[in-house]
């Protein structure tokens, strides 16, 4: 995720040792190359190890105050996203929390807030650039919190409704320093604000709608009524966020449009989630409408939603098989797993698509590929093929 300025990074190197950024960072993002590289990746490991020892170093040295850093927060998101991408699973999540707290102390939630009286641990931003590399630091973290929390079914740390952090300009605009207006993520949200967003913003919009999803699923209460599909407060959240997905698709911006903006991995990767996003939803309505004996046409519609969504992640995937796994989105493997789930369960309907199998087949080949950079894609992969045993395949 771009979230670093690269020249002032660059130039910073330059600076006295005690005013460079600390070797945790130089060492995490060596580690986040060396699982790209071919060449270099024998040296992952020894780079991780030699982050996350510098790091807790940091942590450990006087009262604490030396690691209450923005390059301390950089390093626990990178920390975190390569433990993600290796299935250290339990420790990504720790880290994951890491980064959290260090950016809630810093202050980087409220970035944007007026006239906030809170006590400020950081110095004012020197310029926009500097603002906004705050901006992408936060949002960082808030991304890895999101899929944490999506991926393992445990609570959130970040309340979405505290965030007065606008999203991340685009990439030109952060590179060149050229001030550029963003919408706040809860403007994100309905047209106005989703035509407006960068592909980095989109990133961000998109695993919101998967922290949506999971709050949805886990919300109780007694009016929920997941029995009445007209009045049951389940229902009417269902149909509130399918709206959302809908509307994301039809505001987004020209340049985040498919196939125009099929040469940005960020583009791909936000109408996957949208996709699979919307799967989680619908396959959440009919499980719902199964266990509370809800007939109609929710159940069709649903099975109708998910099969396209799945079909779309397909066909995005074929768009971009020619592209170097490198440059993928290490979570794109979660996508596609979703998109064969949905095949793999139409064709043990009475009426299966006679492209099922043909589909399965291509995902799985794309998986096997995508794996050879992305060792988390290797583990939806597996479990695919399990589930392909399984259903007799």
Known sequence: MPVIHKYRYYASLDRAPQARPPICLRYAMWAMACSLSDKYMCLEDLMYQRARHYIQAAEMKGHGEAFVTIYHAQTWS???????????????????????????????YRLDAVGSEVKQILSSPRDWIDLEERRRTFWSAFYGD????????????????EIRTNLPASEDAFELGVMEKTPSLSEALTPEGASNISPFGGVILSATLYGHNFEHLHRTGPNENPDDPSNGEFWKRHRKMDNVLSNTFMFLPDQLRLPAGLRDMNVVFIHMNIHAS??????????????????GSIVRQSQARCLMAAEEITNIMRLTCHVDASSMNSWVGFCLYVAAGVFLKDQKSDKPNPQNIVNIEFLLAAMSAIGLKHSITRHFSAQLELDVEAAGL
């Open 278 to 295: 919307s799967i989680c939803l619908h396959q959440a309505a009919i499980v719902t409408a199964g266990k509370h004996n809800v007939t």
């Open 78 to 108: 990178l920390i975190s996203f390569f433990e993600a991408k290796k299935t250290y699973f339990s420790r990504s999540w720790m880290s994951t929390g890491r980064a959290v707290r260090m950016v809630q102390m810093l202050g980087l």
């Open 146 to 161: 999101r899929w944490a929390s999506s991926g393992t079914g445990w609570p959130m740390l970040i309340n979405e409704f």
